[in-house]
């Protein structure tokens, strides 16, 4: 695909990927950085997309970078967590 390609395809189905992608992580800003991610990678394989399945791909991306940033996430709260229950101990 062309870069042309890429832009057009992707505008067709940006408000539907970020629906899908919010409704797992539930925050606009998480959203946007999956999103910004997903089309730099879809830019960086554009020698190997296909229009017919650019759509079917770009989903499939998103879902894992949604699990990738939700997996983040629990990796920073169980941290916290478990520093907190340290300090309130020590007290």
Not at 8 to 32: G, K, M, P, T
Not at 65 to 86: F, G, P
């Amino acid at each position: 695909m062309t870069s042309e390609q890429i832009v057009e395809c992707y505008q067709e189905i940006e408000q539907s990927l970020s629906r899908y992608a919010f409704s797992s992580l539930q925050c606009v800003l998480d959203v946007e950085d999956v999103l910004q991610t997903v089309a730099l990678k879809a830019y960086l394989h554009r020698d190997f997309l296909t229009p017919e399945f650019f759509s079917q791909w770009m989903f499939r991306v998103v879902r894992n970078e949604c699990v990738d940033m939700i997996r983040r996430r629990k990796k920073y709260t169980t941290l916290s967590d478990a520093c907190l229950s340290v300090m309130e101990s020590g007290s």
